[in-house]
């Protein structure tokens, strides 16, 4: 017959707080680990987003951001490994990829709003869709999600891009445009459709909603996704649960984000309220409909090549991403 002493009270506390400080050990050991992950922040977007959700709180490793005015920097400086990941619109994603970025996608989330994406008219203008745009100046920034919706809208109604005539700049500079007559029409996104709308009381005259697939890409260099990979299934996972925090808490993230980007907080309150923000897995429909977008920048004689967009994707963070997803903080 097998006996079982019995154990000392103290003796029994003494191995727990062991056992308790050997799993602390490891843990901290395993964090110290993990190197930095490189964010590159277009506008403290997603720095703002993961402050205010909590989701910059017990990081088990350092998260160093760089911030960038727009989306053909931040495109660049993936491309240049100056960073590990950043998040791009569809369209900027397509030049990335046109450079030779090694980049895949790691995550896509789908923002559905108002006027996520439209052109937009001054108040009293007598144009009214996109059919009237013909022999119009256009101002939009070239490469941009604007600058595709403005491709899209023209070849819905039978028109080209040779109908219109585009002028450059990037959005800061395009709305004076818009508004002392210079240009017809501004291609532009959110927040600005909404801050045309409600201090100009610009008119919408297509909206991108039924155009353009609205994706935010989390692109990440082939290189982090290979050496950093812990650290990305993390992010990708606290980028999700902080948008499902957002779509929940709409007036908090609109102050948050008031206090970093200078505009209004009732523009921000009224993209907060109208936006909702879903994760999107990686797949076939979602490759087929950049490689759309990818084919008809090649026929505008935007990129100077075809390319196939089906290597910038990485599916093996569809699983992770789901069961990190649910998982608490």
Excluded: C
Aim: glycine content about 6%; aromatic content about 6%; proline content about 5%.
């Amino acid at each position: 017959m097998r006996l079982t002493l019995p154990r000392h009270p103290l003796l029994t506390l003494l191995l727990s707080l062991a056992a308790t400080l050997a799993v602390t050990l490891t843990a901290a050991a395993q964090a110290a680990d993990l190197q930095p992950l490189r964010v590159a922040n277009q506008k403290s977007t997603l720095k703002v987003l993961l402050e205010v959700s909590g989701e910059l709180e017990n990081v088990p490793y350092p998260i160093q951001f760089s911030e960038f005015p727009a989306a053909a920097p931040l495109g660049e400086a993936l491309n240049a490994g100056a960073v590990d990941v950043g998040g791009l619109g569809d369209a900027p994603y397509v030049f990335a990829l046109g450079a030779g970025a090694p980049l895949k996608v790691v995550s896509i989330v789908h923002a559905q709003g108002r006027y996520t994406t439209a052109i937009l008219a001054p108040r009293e203008s007598p144009l009214n869709d996109a059919r009237d745009l013909k022999g119009k100046r256009i101002v939009t920034t070239r490469g941009s999600i604007g600058h595709f919706l403005a491709i899209k809208a023209l070849r819905e109604v039978g028109l080209s891009t040779g109908d219109v005539q585009f002028i450059y700049l990037l959005p800061s500079e395009s709305r004076l445009l818009l508004d002392n007559g210079t240009a017809d029409a501004w291609a532009t996104w959110d927040p600005y459709t909404t801050i045309a709308t409600t201090q100009s009381q610009a008119k919408v005259l297509v909206s991108g909603d039924h155009l353009l697939s609205n994706h935010l890409y989390l692109a990440a260099t082939r290189q982090a996704i290979t050496e950093k990979r812990a650290q990305l299934d993390d992010f990708v996972a606290r980028i999700d649960r902080a948008y499902r925090w957002t779509n929940a808490h709409p007036e908090a993230y609109a102050a948050a984000l008031a206090r970093v980007t200078g505009l209004p907080l009732e523009v921000h309150l009224a993209v907060a309220r109208a936006t909702h923000i879903e994760p999107v897995a990686i797949d076939d429909r979602v490759i087929a409909g950049l490689q759309a977008t990818a084919d008809i920048y090649r026929e505008e004689g935007l990129l100077g090549k075809a390319i196939d967009v089906s290597s910038g994707f990485d599916k093996s963070f569809n699983a992770p991403r789901a069961q990190l997803g649910q998982a608490s903080r």
